[in-house]
């Protein structure tokens, strides 16, 4: 037998997947916010990218969020942490609550979940990443890598660029390790801010 030959396959890797940063800008999360409200569940699909993007939620946390946990009379979210991290009470700000409020009364009353699909039962994450394409490309957006977990990397962003202090967002978060908050601020450039003189 003579010598094999390795036949090496080249995987092209859509566009959209090679996008350099995995977070959003506020502009691009308030954009998909608007592009999400012309949907067929325009409401609830908006106010999902704005619980994810507000709490820093893993898509998790938010698909298994139950009406319980909504303290809308004081403003208070009752977060609950998945994968080890740290739960936690989190304000609400006023556009969170009444939008919280109208999913309510337009949602099904018998589901204990925020987030519920047509049929009354919890959202799946593959439903969210298919409403999260469409929204994408509804915003002009569709060569970003738009997926669920980066609303949680936009918002440990947001904060860092705001100049919040390092263990602020550690708790926000729930990072039980500091180690995992430390890549917010190493992205920031406002760390770099006053390096030049004019």
């Known amino acids: 037998m003579g010598n094999v030959v390795p036949i090496i396959v080249k995987r092209t890797v859509p566009q959209r997947r090679c996008r350099q940063r995995e ?32 709490h820093g939620l893993r898509i998790r946390e938010a698909l298994e969020a139950r009406w319980s946990q909504f303290d809308l009379d004081h403003g208070v979210f009752h977060v609950r942490r998945s994968k080890g991290s740290l739960s936690g009470d989190h304000p609400m700000r006023g556009v969170e609550i009444r939008a ?11 589901a204990d979940y925020v ?19 469409r ?7 569709a060569s970003l ?27 926000y ?10 890549r917010y601020v190493q992205l920031s450039p406002r760390r770099f801010q006053g390096l030049w003189d004019d």
Do not use: W
């Open 23 to 54: 977070h959003l800008l506020k502009p691009e999360v308030e954009k998909l916010i608007n592009a999400a409200r012309k949907g067929r569940n325009g409401h609830r699909d908006a106010t999902l990218i704005l619980v994810l993007f507000t």
């Open 100 to 110: 919280l409020r109208r999913l309510f009364r337009e949602g099904l009353k018998a």
């Open 115 to 133: 987030f519920v699909s047509e049929r009354g039962g919890p959202l799946t994450s593959r439903a969210v990443q298919l409403m999260l394409d």
């Open 135 to 141: 929204t994408a490309k509804r915003a002009g957006m």
């Open 145 to 171: 890598n738009v997926h669920p977990h980066v609303f949680r990397h936009s918002c440990g962003y947001y904060m860092a660029e705001r100049g919040s202090d390092l263990r602020l967002i550690q708790s």
């Open 173 to 182: 978060l729930g990072h039980r390790n500091i180690q995992h908050t430390v």
